[in-house]
């Protein structure tokens, strides 16, 4: 039997993000104490090197390697190239506040060049194996970087939490796979799709291993009610990896949702359909009311992030490619509002002083009217209010659910929104209307403020004139079906 060599091109980005994570901790291995952004610059240099890499590959046909269980197309070209902007975001976001934790070492990047990594495995995997390989991959990136601050009883506890709830959820994941491939006989997601629609298999085996899918699933989304881990999480970890854990990784669940229920299980739609309005309407009920409640201000957004995982989930709702679009649109949006919102946090943030309480944003306006115009803007994102792409993206899932029929779920969507909108305006409130607890002038870097300053720009521009990154994700969806 000849032994046929695979294509190595589809996957030169993933190799080169590998042998560059081995050059970052040589690299600060024998720098030493002197030269620790050495390791910060390397991991920029890598991701725009993957970032060339995946652009050059970048093409509307779709290519297989490794047997098959390994894709290439536009979906997970766009994907990737919005993992490497979001990561290098929240590593110059980051820098100064890892810099005076003690954080600013190998680790920390080569974690971050490994979770993203996983991420990449998990958008271009076309077989359930190499799903679980990536999902892995980032869940055991991200269970040691909520350790890292090895000092802080409350990181160690999160990261704890974090580990065995997600060792449940990839049993659950791994546990639903098995028993897909004792009902069809492959792990292929394009073959799966050709034995159900065969209708030659045992489909009650079939939905039992959807529903242990499912579950695993949800957990990585963090949807309710496998959303226990998020808030403590969130507050546990240093802001600069709360940052990381709520935003790249949500692409990557998007891109697991695209591949593992609709390329793999469309077929069954009709039975996922209905679990997805389920999960959707308590992430969205759970997360908007008990974020009301919350003092901690990454307690809140924890609770915020799981109501806009609901909201990402309507999209799917219609089974089509325009609700596909609507929802991948939705995760970029929620992504661009999260890195502001926790930038900011970390630019408030100083040596030893977590601005992690809601009343440390009183009287930010008197401080850096800049800052607090910029937060400001993202919450009203948030809150879903025109002009900023919070409302664009809420108002195109709302579209696509209420395709699908689901009138009284788009009714309680726009109900719960409004209920929502409060904790977002509470803030606001708090920046402009309140006496400011804390004087100290806020410091922050030139490429920081620019950095900044842009990402507002962004929230607003695209909300405003939203076609350009609509078009994008329509495309990419077109061109992966």
């Not at 290439?72 to 070209?77: F, P």
């Not at 959807?210 to 998020?230: D, E, Q, R, T, Y």
């Not at 395709?403 to 904790?423: D, H």
Request: some cysteine; glycine content about 8%; overall charge negative.
């Amino acid at each position: 039997m000849d032994f046929l060599s695979p294509d190595f091109a589809p996957a030169y980005p993933e190799i080169f993000l590998l042998v560059m994570v081995c050059v970052v901790m040589l690299a600060d291995l024998f720098a030493g104490e002197k030269h620790r952004y050495l390791a910060f610059f390397l991991a920029l240099f890598a991701l725009a090197g993957a970032a060339v890499l995946t652009y050059s590959t970048f093409s509307t046909e779709v290519s297989y390697t490794f047997s098959g269980m390994f894709v290439d197309d536009a979906l997970s070209d766009t994907l990737k190239l919005l993992m490497y902007l979001t990561v290098a975001t929240v590593l110059i976001y980051s820098r100064v506040y890892i810099s005076k934790r003690g954080l600013l070492r190998g680790e920390f990047f080569s974690l971050a060049l490994f979770a993203t990594l996983g991420m990449m495995v998990m958008v271009s995997a076309s077989h359930l194996l190499t799903l679980y390989l990536g999902l892995e991959l980032l869940s055991l990136a991200l269970y040691a970087m909520v350790a890292l601050q090895r000092d802080s009883s409350v990181a160690t506890e999160a990261a704890m939490k974090f580990f065995v709830l997600g060792a449940l959820a990839s049993g659950f994941l791994l546990y639903g796979m098995s028993m897909i491939y004792g009902a069809t006989g492959t792990l292929h997601t394009p073959e799966l799709t050709a034995v159900i629609r065969s209708g030659v298999m045992d489909h009650a085996v079939l939905v039992i291993g959807l529903v242990f899918v499912v579950a695993g699933i949800s957990f990585k989304m963090s949807a309710v009610p496998f959303h226990m881990w998020a808030p403590d999480v969130y507050e546990g970890a240093p802001t600069a990896v709360t940052l990381f854990i709520g935003s790249a990784p949500k692409l990557a669940a998007f891109g697991f949702v695209m591949r593992l229920l609709v390329e793999g299980l469309g077929e069954m739609a009709a039975d996922w359909q209905g679990m997805l309005a389920l999960l959707a309407i308590a992430s969205m009920a759970v997360g908007n009311i008990v974020a009301i409640a919350q003092s901690n201000i990454k307690r809140m957004l924890a609770y915020s992030t799981i109501s806009h995982m609901g909201f990402v989930l309507l999209g799917f709702l219609a089974i089509n490619e325009n609700g596909y679009s609507a929802a991948m649109f939705y995760v970029i949006a929620y992504v661009l509002m999260t890195v502001a919102a926790f930038g900011i946090i970390m630019l408030l943030s100083r040596e030893g002083f977590e601005a992690d309480a809601i009343s440390d944003f009183k009287g930010l306006n008197q401080r850096n009217s800049w800052v607090a115009l910029i937060m400001m803007v993202v919450m009203l994102s948030m809150a879903g209010i025109p002009p900023m792409i919070g409302f664009y993206a809420k108002l195109s899932v709302l579209q696509a659910a209420l395709e699908a029929g689901y009138l009284w779920l788009v009714i309680s969507a726009v109900v719960l929104s409004l209920i929502g909108a409060f904790y977002y305006l509470r803030i606001i409130k708090f920046m402009y209307f309140d006496t400011p607890e804390i004087t100290q002038p806020i410091v922050f870097k030139p490429d920081v403020r620019l950095l900044i300053t842009v990402n507002g720009l962004a929230v607003v521009m695209l909300g405003i004139f939203p076609q350009m990154l609509m078009g994008l994700s329509l495309f990419a969806i077109q061109h992966s079906m």
